[in-house]
Each structure stands twice: as structure tokens, then as C-alpha cells.
């Protein structure tokens, strides 16, 4: 698979938009339906015999679990086939860029901006939720936003329909940075789950800095279970303490001390005085700027904007203010290493 094919079932190559160590992300051309998709080649030709019939079943309920997932911010699903015997996806191809690609880690957004964010994220899990359908790796490179200021989030990969029995219990899958501590123990995980990793998402577009972080994954994961995150307010004056408290309600050890669902957490961030919470939530404008396209995940070799756009005054982060658990900024540059598929 080092070279690209030209077609993909039906569907026309055009460019790669992303690739990892598993797989490659196409853009390519639906010569039936005229219309441009995103394909997610997987390279299960990599595993061995026993390990690769597992993996097509995973990757065959990856598209059962987003398809079943009709709403407007959740990436559409189209096909689901196989090329010389390694499984793909068809969907829907995204105009815009992923989270962690728009603006460069270690800056901030505005309070309203990340919360308008985070409601579209919560309305997209509601709906998931309601299906059966657990995300597990909720994390910037799998919200995507478009350039007509609609969120969508990609990549249902390794979630989880209830009734399925593939994934059994004591399987860690996901993202240590982002996942809840009953995750990072391989415990049974259920919506509340996917309410930590956005509260994780949430603390990182306020303040600019992840509330766990470390060197390896094994420190990052006892960070997540055992420490707390430092005050929002003490990183980023800006944030008022309703905020912060919710914020640190999603960021809860414990599932029972989070909120109940998705619906709960949204009514709670629309309730937060100061937001102007009756212009956000409801697929309203993020001022992001032009972007090329991207689909289910990120595109190549971006250019991140700087921290100072005239449109998104950024706040800064209190240079003085050491915080062991927070993940060391990254500067904006020309360059971004490719996308991996998980």
C-alpha cells in the first residue's frame, strides 16, 4: 500500500489528506453520485491471521455505530466495503479543519467560542448516546470545524454499540491525555465516559494547557487517576468561576459525580453567566479562518493561524505559572506531522 491506488472500490483517488501508522485517509471522487468523500483505508494486511478477522469485525462496527448516528454534527457515513481484502469507509468529506489544528496549543480561545464549541460536541454525543453508541476517543483531532461554522466530530472508531461483544471488558482503547480514569483502567465505560474527555477538551481550549499531561503514557494516566487539575481561574483570569466549577464537575473521578448525560452538561454550560448563552450552542458562528478541506481527521501540512487573530483575542497564559500536569505549549509552524488513524 506505498503507492497510492487509483481507485478504491468505485471510488476515484484524488489525494491523500491524512495517513497513520494503520491506515490512510483519501480524498476521492464518487463517480455514481458525482460528489467528493473522505476514505479511511485501513492497513489490516499489517496484522497477523487471528488479529486481522478481529480487527475487520471492529472496523465493520465502526461503521454500524456511525451510521446508525444521523445528526447534523456528526460526520455521515456512506459505504462500507473492502479493497484487496483490507476494509475501508466512505463519508462525508468536511471543508475545515480539525480542533487541535486550528489554533496552535498553549493559546486560549474566548470563553463563548470554546463553549459553543463544546455544545455542538455534546448535541452530536446526546445523539450518539441515545443509540447506544459510546465514542471513546473524544479528543481535538477528531472534532472537526467546517469552514460554514458547523462542528462535527469524526472518528467512531473504537466506540462501542452495548449490545456489541467485541470489545469486552479490561481493553484499554483511547487516548491517555483525554480518557476518563474508568477508561484508563479498563473498566466497563458508559456515556458519562465521553463526558470527561470533553470536559478534558473543554479545560484545554479555555486555558491553552491539558489538565493531565506527562512524558509517557503511564505518567499521564496516573495523573488522570490520581491528581487534580489546577483551577481554571488560578491559569486564565478570564474564566469565571461557574465555569470553572463546571468544568471541574466533567473533570470528576468518579462517573456518579459527573453529569448525568450530555443534555445535563449543555443545560449547565448554557446556565453560566456572562456567555451570552443565548447566541451559542445552536450551530452559531465560530470564528475560525479559511481552511483547506479536511475530513475524518486532519489535513497535512496546515498552517496554523497565530495566537493574536484579529477576530479571536486569545488570552495569555500567566508565564510565571509552573503546572506539572499541563502539557508544554507547542508554537505555531508551518509544518504538522501526519495525522495517525487509531
Not at 494547557?209 to 503514557?217: C, H
Not at 459527573?258 to 443565548?278: F, G, I, K, Q
Request: with cysteine.
Amino acid at each position: 500500500m506505498d503507492k497510492h491506488p487509483e481507485a478504491i472500490g468505485r471510488y476515484k483517488v484524488e489525494a491523500v489528506i491524512g495517513r497513520g501508522a494503520m491506515g490512510v485517509i483519501y480524498r476521492a471522487h464518487d463517480p455514481e453520485i458525482d460528489r467528493t468523500v473522505a476514505i479511511k483505508l485501513v492497513r489490516s494486511d499489517l496484522l497477523s491471521s487471528g488479529e486481522r478477522s478481529d480487527y475487520i469485525l471492529r472496523f465493520r462496527r465502526e461503521a454500524q455505530a456511525a451510521g446508525r448516528c444521523v445528526h447534523p454534527n456528526i460526520v455521515t457515513i456512506y459505504d462500507l466495503a473492502l479493497h484487496d481484502g483490507n476494509p475501508f469507509i466512505a463519508m462525508e468529506f468536511i471543508e475545515g479543519r480539525s480542533l487541535d489544528l486550528a489554533y496552535p496549543r498553549g493559546t486560549s480561545w474566548p470563553p463563548e467560542e470554546a463553549v459553543s464549541i463544546i455544545l455542538q460536541v455534546l448535541d452530536a454525543l446526546a445523539a450518539a448516546h441515545q443509540m447506544g453508541v459510546v465514542h471513546r476517543d473524544i479528543k481535538p483531532s477528531n472534532i472537526l470545524l467546517a469552514d460554514n461554522h458547523q462542528v462535527k466530530v469524526t472518528d467512531f472508531g473504537i466506540s462501542r454499540i452495548n449490545s456489541s461483544e467485541l470489545t469486552g471488558d479490561g481493553q484499554m482503547i483511547g487516548t491517555p491525555s483525554y480518557m476518563s480514569p474508568e477508561q484508563c483502567l479498563g473498566l466497563a465505560i458508559d456515556a458519562r465516559s465521553d463526558l470527561f474527555s470533553i470536559g478534558v477538551v473543554l479545560y484545554e481550549l479555555l486555558c491553552g494547557l491539558r489538565p493531565f499531561a506527562g512524558s509517557n503514557p503511564t505518567v499521564v494516566i496516573q495523573r488522570v487517576l490520581n491528581e487534580e487539575p489546577v483551577d481554571l481561574c488560578f491559569i486564565n483570569s478570564a474564566i469565571s468561576p461557574a465555569l470553572q466549577i463546571a468544568v471541574r464537575r466533567a473533570l470528576a473521578k468518579s462517573p456518579d459525580a459527573r453529569y448525568a448525560s450530555a443534555a445535563e452538561m449543555m443545560a449547565a454550560l448554557r446556565a453560566v453567566p456572562d456567555l451570552s448563552t443565548s447566541n451559542i450552542g445552536n450551530h452559531t458562528t465560530v470564528v475560525i479562518p479559511k481552511r483547506g478541506a479536511v475530513s475524518a481527521g486532519a489535513k497535512q501540512g496546515a498552517t496554523p493561524p497565530h495566537a493574536g487573530h484579529p477576530r479571536s483575542p486569545h488570552a495569555k497564559i500567566r508565564p510565571a505559572l509552573s503546572v506539572p500536569t499541563a502539557a508544554t505549549a507547542r508554537p505555531p509552524h508551518a509544518g504538522h506531522a501526519p495525522v495517525a488513524l487509531h
